[in-house]
């Protein structure tokens, strides 16, 4: 069975500080992918990186940067010079090929004070 | 430009009243999902259709209903909410085939009183 772990539930942050939400899963399937989402306020669920079980490579996006290490089963984000507007629970999530569904961990709630 | 559309924003209904929440896509695409997400808690799927095929998840309570009248349509019906049923309700599409990508709409806020 499937398991997604975001041990951090809430953290605290000035502006302009770095900051990492940790992500550790669990899967029996050799092929899965792993996903991060925002969700703001306003409820909605912000698509921010898929990554399948086969590509290993960090990948950097502006101010956002993922690391996934099979070796460790973890799939760590990482905000560079935070902002306000980086407040929000983010989700970290599995999908299993063919189960059709995604599952969830249960957030890191990121505040970025001012 | 909204992709995945869900009406209304927010809903308050009464304890026991059915209500029908609504989900429409532009993307085609084969599977649609209904997760409930409660207060501070992960979204969790209630269940999803393959195109016409209904999935159900095992720990769906009855109270849930779901219908696919088309591709671009999806229904939640609750049929008597209770005050434990106050939750987002987030509709979401997929491909159904790697690889999987998920697009969620804005969401429902329900209120029960």
């Known amino acids: 069975a499937q398991k997604v772990t975001q041990a951090q539930t809430e953290i605290s942050v000035v502006e302009k500080e770095d900051v990492t939400l940790d992500c550790v899963y669990e899967?029996?399937?050799?092929?899965?992918?792993l996903f991060w989402y925002k969700q703001p306020p306003s409820g909605e669920l912000v698509f921010l990186i898929r990554r399948n079980s086969f590509d290993e490579q960090n990948e950097i996006s502006g101010r956002y940067s993922w690391n996934f290490q099979k070796s460790t089963s973890s799939f760590n984000f990482t905000i560079t010079a935070s902002q306000v507007v980086d407040s929000a629970v983010y989700f970290c999530a599995l999908s299993e090929t063919g189960a059709n569904n995604l599952f969830f961990g249960t957030g890191t709630r990121l505040t970025v004070i001012p | 430009d909204a992709m995945v559309i869900q009406n209304p924003r927010y809903q308050v209904t009464q304890f026991g009243k059915p209500v029908t929440l609504s989900c429409s896509q532009t993307?085609?695409?084969?599977?649609m999902y209904w997760y409930q997400q409660k207060s501070s808690q992960a979204p969790k799927l209630l269940f999803h259709y393959y195109d016409k095929d209904f999935n159900n998840e095992a720990d769906t309570p009855d109270n849930f209903q779901s219908r696919r009248p088309n591709t671009s349509f999806c229904f939640l019906d609750i049929r008597s909410p209770g005050l434990g049923d106050a939750a987002m309700y987030l509709c979401a599409t997929g491909t159904g085939t790697a690889p999987y990508g998920y697009t969620f709409g804005s969401g429902t806020r329900l209120t029960v009183v």
């Open positions: 993307l085609n695409h084969n599977v």
């Open positions: 899967t029996r399937d050799t092929t899965y992918y």
